[in-house]
């Protein structure tokens, strides 16, 4: 089945950076790519996602890349500011129509 | 509000009680999941619906767990014989048909399972 593997798992960058946190997935046969933010005691919500016949996808701050041939995709954040703290969820899909997610990415963003 | 409810927020209860939540899913969305989620861990898929019917459950979900969707609006996740390990935040999301070409799966708040 898909494994989905996320890195790294603690991020911390200057607020007005930015911020990148890298997915790769097992399962060629996966298309749909989700992230999700989590606050503390929240619903996951989902921030960008991006099939697999889009290479990049950009939503203001925040963008999503994806490399079929490598299996893995990236979200980015730029200008960070002080709300984008929170954990990040990569997550796949594929046949089996279940979300696999990453680890997770505890992202803190300091003044 | 229109999106993914869930009932109880919290839970606890002994170790060997049964406990029973529930999930409302946005409406007019024919597919429902459940996922599990431990501490500093990223959801755990355990089942999902397509209308009342139950099309898969993952090896997590043992013969303690049982899942309903009797009129393919609600669902209920039933845990019987508790164990401290089930303790976790149990999520429930739902999506619309695949034919719609619309992946997004929508979370709802999650109820959290505390066993003593």
């Known amino acids: 089945g898909e494994n989905v593997e996320q890195h790294p798992s603690t991020l911390s960058v200057q607020e007005g950076d930015s911020a990148v946190i890298k997915c790769t997935y097992s399962?060629?046969?996966?298309?749909?790519f989700p992230w999700y933010k989590q606050e503390l005691g929240k619903r996951p919500q989902l921030i960008i996602d991006i099939r697999s016949n889009v290479g990049e996808k950009k939503d203001q701050r925040i963008a999503v890349t994806l490399n079929k041939t490598a299996k893995h995709f990236s979200l980015h954040i730029t200008e960070t500011q002080p709300e984008d703290s929170a954990v990040y969820f990569c997550?796949?899909?594929?046949?089996?129509?279940?979300?696999?997610f990453g680890q997770g990415t505890r992202l803190t963003i300091n003044p | 509000d229109t999106g993914v409810s869930q009932d109880p927020r919290h839970k606890i209860t002994k170790r060997g009680q049964n406990v029973t939540f529930r999930c409302d899913p946005i409406s007019e969305h024919n597919r429902l999941y459940w996922y599990r989620q431990t501490l500093g861990q990223g959801p755990e898929f355990l089942t999902y619906?397509?209308?009342?019917?139950?099309?898969?459950k993952s090896r997590l979900l043992s013969d303690r767990f049982s899942a309903e969707r009797p009129k393919g609006s609600f669902s209920t996740l039933e845990i019987q014989h508790t164990e401290q390990g089930d303790s976790a935040m149990y999520l429930c999301?739902?999506?619309?048909?695949?034919?719609?070409?619309?992946?997004?799966?929508?979370f709802g708040p999650g109820t959290r399972l505390t066993v003593l």
């Open positions: 399962d060629s046969a996966s298309n749909y």
């Open positions: 619906f397509q209308n009342e019917a139950q099309l898969e």
């Open positions: 999301a739902s999506r619309r048909n695949r034919d719609l070409k619309t992946d997004t799966q929508y």
């Open positions: 997550a796949a899909i594929g046949g089996a129509q279940k979300l696999v």
